[in-house]
């Protein structure tokens, strides 16, 4: 395994993590829920929309800090190596496993597991296993 050292930052994915950890401990120390991406953004696209208000807030920061972070030159281009539709059916299959596992990577990763969820625990097990057997298949059978 090569680690690509122009581009290995622990100090800086150590303090991202710890701020990620800070907010989900604000979010369900202060508002009692769950930061899990897609329960939140799941929240904003059912109806009745009575808390909306903080829904929206945690999406616009977690869309604006790469954008905020990109106009002061710190932000790091991906190189996205799929073509649209490969985007689209890997959003699909995220989004359709997300309903069958009842929750994200970030809700049951960061926040179930840490609350000592047996199901988060399994879950994000299977998020990852899934995650390598995709990246073999598509590098290694299919050819990519």
Known sequence: MLIDLANFTPDLSLAGGLVIGA????????????AGISG???GLLSLPRK???WRVTFLVGLVGAPVIASLL???AVADIQASW?????AGFLVGLGTR????CTSGHGVCGISRGSIRSLVATLTFTVAG???VFVQRHLIGG
Not at 85 to 89: E, Y
Not at 100 to 103: C, H, Q
């Open 40 to 42: 939140i953004l799941g």
């Open 132 to 134: 390598f057997l995709t």
């Open 73 to 75: 030159g710190k932000a």
């Open 85 to 89: 539709g490969q985007v689209l059916v």
């Open 51 to 53: 808390d909306m208000a």
């Open 23 to 34: 907010a989900a401990a604000i979010l369900v120390l202060f508002n009692g829920r769950i």
């Open 100 to 103: 069958y596992a009842s929750g």
